[in-house]
């Protein structure tokens, strides 16, 4: 599978280190050009809408944040536009002694998934849907959140994509709102990468800022709720009858 990196163009510390990281593994790759949302004018970022992000996180989005939201959106387009998996990874990744086997272990079931996240698991509610080779696959009953690496297929990328374009939410709540785009997220246990948690152009501080007033408190405690068991129960229903 091609592996392609998400990265800024302005970023040429973090590209130089992505290129040993994965040129030291002999591994192959490309980059795909970040948006920056706090200076492009990329036209998928006019889809951001703020009122239901306000709602979802309590806070408005940070220009950074759609970015690396349309960013990914892009990654979604390469694979369709392949018609092949891809490997896509954030530039803060680092990888396991298992990346190399596990991407082999995943590429066999290209053809029967839509999303493969490649970082540790965050909750171990799951269900398995094959072990062999020393990897397991597992679909999530509780997607995790970040976006450090994955697989996605085109027939993946198709659906999340159709689903995706407004922009409500930050790029790994949208994934975990399995409920609102139906598909069954999968995992490979062990993982084969994980994030360094370098800084980001979404800030720390802002993720932490939250709006003020009841209303809102109250419409993000119900939307919460809500998601919890409608995500369970999507997962759960994708789980018994997909593989």
Known sequence: ?????????????RRALVAHKLGSRNLPFAFIDAVDGRVDKHPYLANYDEAS????RRRRAAPGELGCYVSHLLAWEKS???????????????????FEAGLA???????????????????HTVMTSDTSAG???????????CMTGYVITPQGAKKLLAHARTIRAPIDLFLKYTFDHGELIHAVVPHGVYPTHED?????????????GFV?????????????????????????RRF
């Open 135 to 145: 990897f397991s696959l597992v679909k999530q009953l509780d997607v995790g959140m």
């Open 200 to 212: 980001s152009v979404i800030g720390i501080d802002v993720r932490n800022q939250r709006e003020k």
């Open 80 to 98: 369709v536009e392949l018609n092949e998996p891809i490997v896509v990874l954030e530039d803060d990744f680092q990888l396991t002694p298992d």
């Open 216 to 240: 809102l408190g109250l419409k993000r405690f119900a939307y919460k709720t809500f998601y919890r068991f409608a995500n369970l129960f999507t997962n759960l229903a994708n789980g018994l």
């Open 53 to 56: 992000f306000l709602v979802h």
């Open 1 to 13: 599978m091609k592996i392609f990196v998400i990265s800024l163009p302005s970023s040429r510390e």
């Open 105 to 123: 272990y995943v590429a066999k079931f290209a053809d029967q998934v839509s999303f493969v996240r490649l970082e540790p698991l965050e909750k």
